[in-house]
């Protein structure tokens, strides 16, 4: 694509040079004789590369590069002058200008300055583009405030960025510390509730006798203590989102009456005769199997039907190793501007301890002892002597096949039993995987390749 350049000067002579040496060289050059004209040209003609005297008649080029700045703050404008000083020059890259040349100039250094700035607009320019894919990516790797990069949670993402959009209710599994919260709070910020109300209720945490009139709200006199009318945390929420964690604690006399909510749209506050509509959008989160429980009675079926209209699973952190990495440096980011601390990263070796450990706290655990690692951690990077000595110890918390995976997938499950006889096989044998393999049962070279399949670092 040609490329245009505008001259600017008032010395008709300097004017036909420019414009003869730059057209020689494949340039579409314009040319006036003061800044009043480039003023308009500009208004006429989208420019490239700008030449600008700086003395010349009605409006000169310092007054040219505070009148124009908007419109040549993507233009490359090379300032000349007879008259040059370190001083003129430093006001002019001050006012927006890109490099500065004293007259009488060679034709090589007009063409040399040419391609310098040449050289800066495509820099600049590829500098655009990376940051557009950069951005691409941080946005298919990212839902909300989470992050990550495994295929696992990837796909949770493009599930609840498609989610987000309807009203559907949404159950969201997962055990404790993988992110639930972040979810439900993604899926409402996603939508066209997002100007709304979201409001989280930890179904466990409120006393049985308190939590019928904090979700549905209660009548003045409905009961010793009820001063005045009660608008519950559903009313609250009218218009948004309410967020329903540790549904599986809810007490079973309160999911009939949840049931009707999500049936109706409505609800009756204690001791009112009168149900109330509401506009509510309801996101459930539970760490307990509902299945399960509604085999032993303890949820109802009915409910579990309909909250579960469009379930959302969490993978445990043990389930996506590959995601430590990311997640450490977003928390010592996180917590060096927190603690007023310039952490920079860790070392392969502190790393390679986070990666063989269990995680059952998940992603809240790996959070809170980033934070305790970067206010011990000396240096700007974090070392294994910051971590905590459970982890320098290589221990981990016995689990059962169900405390470690509890999907469905025949496949993720037997990859889980694989990583974890993998590593305790090489913890009994102190890291020799000679003997290791001889305890599973498989060749060397095969033990091998599933140690650099699931990222298990000695």
């Given at each position: 694509m040609?490329?245009?350049i505008l001259i600017?000067d008032?010395e008709?002579n300097m004017?036909?040079?420019?414009?003869?040496?730059?057209?020689e060289?494949?340039?579409?050059?314009?040319s006036?004789?003061?800044?009043l004209?480039a003023l308009?040209k500009?208004?006429e003609t989208?420019y490239?590369?700008?030449f600008?005297?700086v003395?010349?008649?009605?409006?000169d080029g310092?007054?040219?590069?505070?009148?124009?700045?908007?419109?040549i703050?993507?233009?490359?404008v090379?300032m000349?002058?007879?008259y040059?000083s370190?001083?003129t020059a430093?006001?002019?890259?001050k006012?927006?200008a890109?490099?500065?040349?004293s007259?009488?100039f060679k034709t090589?250094e007009?063409?040399?300055t040419?391609?310098?700035?040449?050289?800066?607009?495509r820099?600049?320019n590829e500098?655009i583009?990376?940051k557009?894919q950069?951005?691409e990516?941080a946005?298919?790797s990212s839902?909300?405030?989470?992050?990550a990069?495994s295929?696992s949670?990837k796909?949770?993402?493009?599930?609840?960025e498609?989610?987000?959009l309807?009203?559907?209710?949404v159950l969201?599994t997962?055990a404790?510390?993988?992110?639930?919260?972040?979810?439900a709070?993604?899926l409402?910020?996603g939508?066209n509730?997002?100007k709304?109300?979201?409001?989280p209720?930890?179904?466990?945490g409120?006393?049985?006798?308190l939590?019928e009139?904090?979700l549905f709200g209660?009548?003045k006199g409905a009961f010793?203590g009820?001063?005045?009318?009660?608008?519950g945390l559903?009313e609250a929420?009218n218009?948004g989102t309410i967020?329903?964690?540790?549904i599986g604690?809810?007490?079973f006399?309160?999911?009939?009456?949840?049931?009707?909510?999500l049936q109706?749209?409505e609800?009756?506050?204690?001791?009112e005769?009168?149900?109330?509509?509401i506009?509510v959008r309801v996101i459930?989160?539970?760490?307990?199997?509902?299945d399960k429980?509604?085999e032993?009675g303890n949820?109802?079926?009915?409910l579990?039907y309909?909250?579960?209209?469009?379930?959302?699973?969490?993978?445990?952190?043990?389930e996506r190793?590959?995601?430590?990495?990311?997640l450490?440096q977003?928390?010592i980011d996180?917590?060096?501007?927190?603690?007023?601390?310039?952490?920079?990263?860790i070392t392969p070796?502190?790393?390679?301890?986070?990666?063989?450990?269990?995680?059952?706290?998940?992603v809240?655990?790996l959070?809170n002892?980033?934070e305790?690692a970067?206010?011990?951690?000396?240096?700007?990077?974090?070392?294994?002597?910051?971590?905590?000595?459970?982890?320098?110890?290589g221990e981990?918390?016995?689990q059962?096949?169900?405390?470690i995976?509890?999907?469905?997938?025949?496949?993720?499950?037997?990859?889980?039993l694989?990583k974890n006889l993998?590593?305790r096989a090489?913890?009994?044998?102190?890291g020799n995987?000679t003997?290791?393999a001889?305890l599973l049962?498989?060749?060397h070279p095969?033990?091998?390749?599933?140690?650099?399949?699931?990222n298990i670092?000695?």
């Open positions: 040609e490329k245009r600017i008032d008709a004017r036909h040079m420019l414009t003869a040496l730059l057209n060289s494949g340039f579409k050059v314009d006036v004789s003061d800044g004209q308009q500009l208004d989208n490239n590369f700008i600008c005297d003395r010349m008649p009605n409006m310092m007054t040219f590069l505070k009148t124009a700045a908007e419109r703050e993507n233009i490359n090379i000349m002058s007879a040059g370190i001083e430093v006001e002019a890259m006012l927006g890109y490099d500065y040349i007259k009488p090589d007009v063409l040399l040419l391609r310098k700035a040449d050289e800066r607009e820099l600049k500098n583009i990376l557009e950069i951005k990516i946005e298919r839902f909300g405030k989470m992050i990069k295929r949670m796909s949770v993402f493009r599930l609840a498609k989610v987000a309807y009203d559907t209710t969201i997962g404790s510390g993988t992110g639930k919260e972040l979810v709070r993604g409402h910020y939508g509730r997002a709304n109300p979201f409001i209720v930890n179904c466990g409120i006393p049985e006798s939590l009139s904090e209660h009548k010793t009820a001063n005045k009318d009660y608008k559903f929420a218009g967020f329903l964690d540790e604690d809810l007490p006399t309160l999911q009939v009456k949840l049931l009707r909510v109706d749209n609800v009756r506050p204690v001791g005769t009168q149900s109330k509509l506009d459930a989160a539970t760490s307990k199997n509902l429980e509604v032993k949820f109802r079926e009915d579990f309909r909250l579960n209209v469009l379930p959302i699973r969490l993978p445990p952190l043990i190793s590959e995601d430590i990495p990311l450490c977003h928390f996180q917590f060096s501007v927190k603690l007023g601390k310039k952490m920079t990263g070796s502190a790393m390679s301890l986070l990666l063989q450990h269990s995680w059952p706290g998940n809240r655990e959070e002892m980033i305790r970067v206010v011990l951690a000396e240096g700007d990077v974090l070392v294994p002597e910051n971590l905590p000595h459970n982890i320098l110890n981990r918390a016995s059962s096949p169900e405390d995976f509890n999907g469905f997938s025949i496949k993720t499950g037997k990859e889980i694989e993998i590593r090489l913890e009994a044998t102190g995987r003997h290791a001889k049962e498989i060749s095969s033990l091998l390749q599933k140690m650099k399949v699931y670092l000695l």
